[in-house]
């Protein structure tokens, strides 16, 4: 009889909910920056849209997944920041007072050091990150994938519940348009809404006369997006300001300057807004 009464309490039970999604319950939305390929500027993409919507007052937080080439750190001028350690989880570091980063740069000896690590380690991080960075309450979890589809973007797809949708990074050139459409059909295999496509390094402003200069040809992301019926949030021509705002570490600092490359990256930070 104690057998029987101890088999229908443990059906009564309710299953124990993954940690993963205890953990992100509070965040509204989870967006992923991803590219085919890298060199194409996914990482500016990623950091320039989560300090975009923490400018128009979101509370956001930026996960970075690189976990071979991490930027986030250095592009924000953070590379000397640990993140602390209390109770609730690992709280991420703070850039300013609504925007929290996270990577694992800032767990590095320092930032030459290389991390030379096979798949399952790579994988079991990114599932601290996601299980234990406490980044309490969110509009705004912009998720900055490696390149490629491979382990870590398979991972993070994957592990994150109903991922709110993706922002596809790519260049003119057709090197970089063949592994876009990869990225296109990833993205759709896991469910994942694709919000738009960046062309990014779309020309070259000319310093003289002010000609935009086809560096990397053009005319293949717009086949694409005609393919799948996707659309071009943004073309953003080679920026060096960008640059240098990024070697430098003061992104938030100088993001408004008026550049058009300040100006078409607008509509990114307008689509993912809109998607609350």
């Known amino acids: 009889m104690t057998d029987q009464v101890q088999s ?12 993963i999604i205890t953990n992100l ?24 849209l989560a300090a975009g919507l923490a400018l128009r007052g979101y509370k956001v ?23 602390s350690v209390d109770e609730r989880g690992i709280i991420p570091v703070q850039t ?14 320092n930032k030459d050091s290389p991390v030379i690590w096979r798949g399952p380690a790579k994988m079991g991080a990114i599932k601290q990150f996601l299980e234990e960075v406490y980044w309490g309450e969110l509009d705004f979890l912009i998720i900055d994938l490696p390149p490629g589809t491979g382990d870590e973007p398979l991972s993070v797809a994957q592990l994150i519940p109903n991922c709110d949708g993706s922002v596809i990074v790519t260049t003119p ?21 694709v919000i738009g496509l960046v062309d990014n390094m779309n020309g070259l402003v000319c310093p003289h006369c002010g000609e935009l200069i086809n560096v990397f040809g053009e ?4 086949k694409a997006s005609e393919d799948f019926e996707i659309p071009v949030l943004a073309k953003l021509p080679i920026e060096p300001k960008v640059a240098e705002m990024e070697d430098k570490g003061t992104i938030m600092q100088g993001l408004d300057h ?7 990256f607008d509509f990114v930070v307008e689509a993912v807004e809109k998607t609350l």
């Open 173 to 193: 050139q057709d090197v970089a348009l063949i592994s876009v459409r990869k990225s296109i059909n990833f993205s759709g295999k896991l469910d994942v809404p």
């Open 25 to 48: 319950r509070r965040i509204k939305r989870k967006i992923m920056v991803m590219s085919g390929k890298g060199g194409v500027g996914k990482s500016t993409i990623a950091a320039n």
């Open 61 to 83: 937080g930026l996960l970075d997944c690189d976990i071979h080439g991490p930027t986030i750190p250095t592009i924000f001028g953070v590379e000397s920041e640990k993140p």
């Open 96 to 109: 300013i007072s609504n925007l929290a980063v996270m990577s694992i740069g800032f767990l590095l000896e």
């Open 219 to 222: 005319g293949g992301v717009e």
């Open 8 to 19: 229908v309490e443990s059906l009564s039970k309710k299953p124990e909910e993954p940690k």
């Open 258 to 264: 008026g550049t058009e490359w300040q100006k078409n």
